[in-house]
Nanobody, 119 residues
C-alpha cells in the first residue's frame, strides 16, 4: 500500500516562508512526475509546480520566482519551498506522485496541508 504523508503547512505572515514536504512510502518505484497542487476555498484545484524524474520543472505563473520545487529520489520525497508568500497563496496544498506499483503506473495524492498567509 502506498501512502503520501505531507508536512510543513501552517500560518505565516505575508512575505514569510514555508517549506512543504511529501514523502511516499510503500512499494512504489520509477517515480517520474512529482508535483504540488493547491485548492483555495471555493475554487478549483490548480497546479502549483511539477518536477520530472530528470529534474525538469514547471511552475504556475503566479508562483514563479517565489516557489521552488525539489525532489529527493532516494527518499521518494518532494519539497516545495515557498518564499515571499502572499495572502492569495492561502489554500490547502496537495502533493501528487506518479509511479509504478507492480506493473501499473498509478497516481497518488497526499492528504493535503493547510497554508494560511495572513497578518
Amino acid at each position: 500500500q502506498v501512502q503520501l504523508v505531507e508536512s510543513g503547512g501552517g500560518l505565516v505572515q505575508p512575505g514569510g516562508s514555508l517549506e512543504l514536504s511529501c514523502a511516499a512510502s510503500g512499494s512504489i518505484f520509477d517515480i517520474n512526475r512529482m508535483g504540488w497542487y493547491r485548492q483555495a476555498s471555493g475554487k478549483e484545484r490548480e497546479l502549483v509546480a511539477v518536477i520530472t524524474s530528470d529534474g525538469n520543472t514547471n511552475y504556475a505563473e503566479s508562483v514563479k520566482g517565489r516557489f521552488t520545487i525539489a525532489r529527493d529520489n532516494a527518499e521518494n520525497t518532494v519539497y516545495l519551498q515557498m518564499n515571499m508568500l502572499k495572502p492569495e497563496d492561502t489554500a490547502v496544498y496537495y502533493c501528487q506522485i506518479h509511479g509504478r506499483v507492480g506493473i501499473d503506473m498509478r497516481l497518488y495524492w497526499g492528504q493535503g496541508t493547510q497554508v494560511t498567509v495572513s497578518s
